[in-house]
């Protein structure tokens, strides 16, 4: 096992990473930005050293600077959460050039799943369903009508390199589409410096359904069961549950081996998420894989017992999986509900400053909150606007319903605007309740009446 390794990330799930290697006995040393100079990961881990000022890209996204920050306290190896360098696999290549080790899949895995063309083609190699859509990149708007006219609206532009919500744009007639292709082409080319594009139909009503693996070195590979993640917001997820209520037994069992298909197609090592679509009809396709921890992983831990980011750990430093499929079962049900530092009334507009009073609710069996903030710590303006993720288990639906309405009624953020109030009207909402919910349901369904209210 590692003796120290370098936190490449901040807020909650630095805090998160620092908790696991102190359960195993490993040093921890915390970058920074100015900004972040009294963050709670800083004072948490053994070390910590500033890699630059405020804004992402002159720090957290230098990967000169922190692989320095890595060389200079003798880090053996480098965990990068989610998120900023996570997915970078030119980063993970330099940490490898400079013997350190990098805690997630080989370079050319992320490189491979990375590209969501080049993903498509292996996951059709590897017989796992994709979505009906073009061939390859979609290089032209001329291009882009031929696909349009053979798959057939509503359909979706998606960037290559995509991410995050970026680069993707719906398209629901003719009429849009010369405007859509432009906007979606050019948002993908600021975010990620590669404007490829491709198209896919938009499989609706659908559910948003992924299926959390583990890989090991030595080519043994397991799922952790599956997490619905269809209340969405702009693409960005808002309220995640383990396991999905709306999936039969087969239905499970067909996702699972599909995602452990995905996974050995590409040798992967470390976690990683294998994401599908699932319609109306019980049918489901391959969406994207994601090659790092994701947000979500916490509702995964409490249904399986299974802490994932101390086998991130333990695998990469080339220990086998002692997990086999068999061993994994899912008990009750758990919920997770991101707490963010915005303003749900003013379009959600981020909403950073000092938090003058702060009690995060605890006390109860199945009950967690991970965060990074403390009593009177300034939210900097520069980053993610999460400050909290409140995640419950109940031994039914209904009980981890009910402990996420108590656990949101006992959170305390004086000083900031946050969206307490609208997770918890969407939590006592009838649909959520029943279940009945997909990927639409937040923006046509829950939010026009919201505002409304």
């Known amino acids: 096992m590692f003796e120290k390794i370098l ?12 908790r696991a290697c102190r359960e195993l006995g490993i040093k921890t040393v915390a970058i920074f930005s100015e900004a972040d100079r009294t ?27 922190v692989l320095s920050a890595a060389l200079v306290t003798g880090a053996e190896a480098i965990h990068p959460g989610f998120g900023f360098l996570a997915e970078n696999s030119l980063f993970a290549q330099m940490c490898e050039d400079c013997q350190i080790k990098f805690i997630g899949p080989k370079p ?7 590209n969501k063309i080049n993903a498509r083609h292996l996951m059709i190699e590897a017989k796992v369903p994709v979505i009906p859509g073009s061939d390859g990149e979609v290089d032209t708007l001329e291009a882009a009508e031929e696909v349009a006219q053979a798959i057939g609206y509503p ?28 906007a979606a082409q050019q948002e993908a080319l600021a975010a990620f410096g590669n404007g490829q594009m491709y198209i896919e139909k938009i499989i609706y009503p659908a559910k948003h359904i992924e ?67 699932v319609d109306s009809a019980g049918h489901f396709y391959f969406m994207e894989m994601n090659t790092r921890i994701q947000v979500e992983h916490p509702v995964t831990e409490m249904v399986t017992g299974i802490d994932i980011v101390k086998w991130q750990l333990k695998i990469a430093a080339g220990e086998a999986l002692t997990l086999k499929q068999a061993d994994i079962k899912l008990t009750g049900f758990a919920i997770e509900c991101r707490i963010n530092a915005e303003d749900p009334t003013k379009n959600f507009a981020p909403s950073p400053g000092r938090i ?11 009950l967690r909150v991970d965060s990074g903030v403390y009593q009177n710590y300034l939210i900097p303006p520069f980053y993610d606007s999460m400050i909290a993720k409140i995640i419950v288990h109940g031994e039914t639906r209904i009980e981890a319903l009910r402990k996420m309405q108590r656990a949101l009624g006992e959170l305390v953020t004086d000083g900031v605007v946050t969206n ?18 997909d990927t639409g349901f937040l923006q046509e369904v829950f939010l026009p009446a919201w505002e409304h209210q």
């Open 155 to 182: 359909l979706m532009l998606k960037a290559a390199a995509g991410g995050g919500g970026k680069g993707i744009r719906k398209v629901f007639s003719v009429a849009d589409l010369a405007s859509q292709f432009h």
């Open 356 to 366: 003058t009073n702060l009690y995060l609710p605890s006390g109860g069996l199945g």
């Open 7 to 18: 936190v490449a990330n901040r807020g909650e799930i630095a805090v998160r990473i620092i």
């Open 211 to 277: 299926v959390q693996i583990l890989g090991d070195a030595f080519g043994h590979v397991i799922h952790l069961g599956e997490r619905d993640c269809s209340l969405q917001r702009n693409n960005q997820k808002v309220l995640e549950e383990a396991p999905s209520l709306k999936l039969s037994h087969e239905l499970r069992e067909a996702m699972g081996q599909a995602a452990l298909k995905a996974a050995k197609a590409v040798a992967y090592e470390n976690a990683g998420t294998i994401e599908f679509l």
């Open 108 to 114: 050319k895995t992320i490189d491979a799943m990375g």
């Open 39 to 65: 963050a709670l990961h800083v004072e948490m881990a053994d070390e910590a050293i500033c890699v630059g000022p405020s804004r992402a890209t002159e720090s957290y996204l230098n990967m000169q600077q």
């Open 420 to 437: 307490q109030e609208f997770q918890l009207d969407l939590i006592t909402h009838p649909d959520i309740i029943a279940g009945n919910y």
